[in-house]
Structure formats: structure tokens, C-alpha cells
């Protein structure tokens, strides 16, 4: 009869677990934002695709000067990216840590070049744009954690 202990704990046990953040609620709600954007975008261009006059404002033409398809698949491609990217963030993933922070700062950059239209609205989109940059990139690893 042999006298070696066999442990049931799994290797490293004895290491203190790594402590989370209250960050985590702000990478989770970064996750979420990007989810909403997801949808939002979705349906934009569902409608610019299949009910294109939805987007026709004035009764000489329309709002912009391009093609309702092509703006349609973008905003699709878009919108099925951030899904993507925002579900990635709540399940801890590295890559959607990544896109997430690409879409943050193209929006904090489009709101940027919009800050004299809207400058009170654009001012709070961009701040929040940097604060879901900051979860996202000093505190993602605390969503796979918690």
C-alpha cells in the first residue's frame, strides 16, 4: 500500500485568487453598449436594404448622396460586428476587447467632428467613448474572472 497523498485540488490552488474590480461592471456595461449598437445598427441598415424611401427627407431628394444598398450592408456588417464584439466582451474575450476599442474611438472620433452641432451631447458620447476604452483596456480580464 502506497502512503502518496493524491490531491483533489487542481495545481495552483494554493495561489490566492486574482481579486476583481468594481471595473468589471463598466467592462460589462461596455459590452452591453456595444450589444445595443449592435442591434441599432442592424436595423438601420435592414431598413436602408429593404424600405429605402424610409430615409428620404426633403421632397428635392434625399439626406445624403449614396447609394441606400451600399450604406444598407454597412450598416449590416456593422452592426453584426459590434454583436459580435459585445458578446466577446461579456465572455472575456481578447479579440472583442480589441474591436470594442476600435469602435469606441472611431465613435468618440465621429462625435469628435460633430462637437460643434451637438456640443453638450457630443461632450457626454465622447467621454463615455474614453471610459469604455479605459475598462476595456486596463480591466477586460475581470468580466472572465467574475
Known amino acids: 500500500m502506497s502512503n502518496s ?26 459590452g452591453i453598449m456595444m450589444l445595443c449598437l449592435g442591434v441599432f445598427q442592424v436595423t438601420e441598415g435592414g431598413v436602408a436594404l429593404y424600405h429605402e424611401e424610409y430615409y428620404l427627407v426633403t421632397s428635392s431628394g434625399s439626406l445624403l448622396q449614396m447609394d441606400y ?10 452592426g453584426l460586428v459590434s454583436l459580435a464584439a459585445g458578446a466577446g466582451v461579456l465572455l472575456g474575450k481578447l479579440w472583442a476587447r480589441i474591436i470594442g476599442v476600435l469602435i469606441a474611438f472611431l465613435g468618440a472620433l465621429l462625435h469628435f467632428l460633430f462637437l460643434a452641432a ?5 461632450t457626454i458620447l465622447i467621454g463615455m467613448d474614453v471610459l469604455i476604452i479605459t475598462a476595456l483596456c486596463t480591466h477586460g480580464r475581470d468580466v472572465r474572472r467574475s
Open 5 to 30: 497523498y493524491v490531491s483533489e485540488r487542481p495545481a495552483g490552488a494554493d495561489a490566492p485568487a486574482p481579486s476583481v474590480t468594481g471595473w468589471s461592471g463598466v467592462v460589462i456595461f461596455a
Open 69 to 78: 444598398a451600399a450604406w444598407g450592408w454597412t450598416h449590416l456588417l456593422f
Open 118 to 122: 451637438a456640443p453638450v451631447w457630443c
